[in-house]
């Protein structure tokens, strides 16, 4: 009898649309901004592996998420 999975969404983004020609976060105010300043955070908190597995992942600015608004940036454990 097969299992059944629940998987969580996986979202694909091309962070270089937020950059400006010399790198930097091209938005400067409002919703556009914000996006790239979360996206930012979650790029940085999944690329840290010195970071402890219990610090919780960037504060998700604008969903409404139960788990106390934290994405989940780090791998489900090998089944």
């Known amino acids: 009898m097969a ?3 629940t998987l969580a ?3 694909v983004i091309n962070l270089t ?3 400006d020609a010399k790198g930097a976060i091209a938005p400067e105010r409002g919703p556009a901004r ?3 300043d979360f996206l930012s955070a979650v ?3 999944a690329s840290d592996f ?3 597995h219990n610090e919780p ?3 998700c600015f604008k969903c ?3 788990d106390h608004r934290v994405v989940d940036t780090g791998l489900p454990p090998p089944p």
């Open 3 to 5: 299992r059944s999975t």
């Open 34 to 36: 914000k996006m790239a």
């Open 50 to 52: 010195d970071r402890s």
């Open 9 to 11: 969404p996986m979202y």
């Open 43 to 45: 790029v940085a908190h």
């Open 57 to 59: 992942g960037p504060v």
């Open 64 to 66: 409404r998420k139960r």
């Open 17 to 19: 649309h937020y950059l």
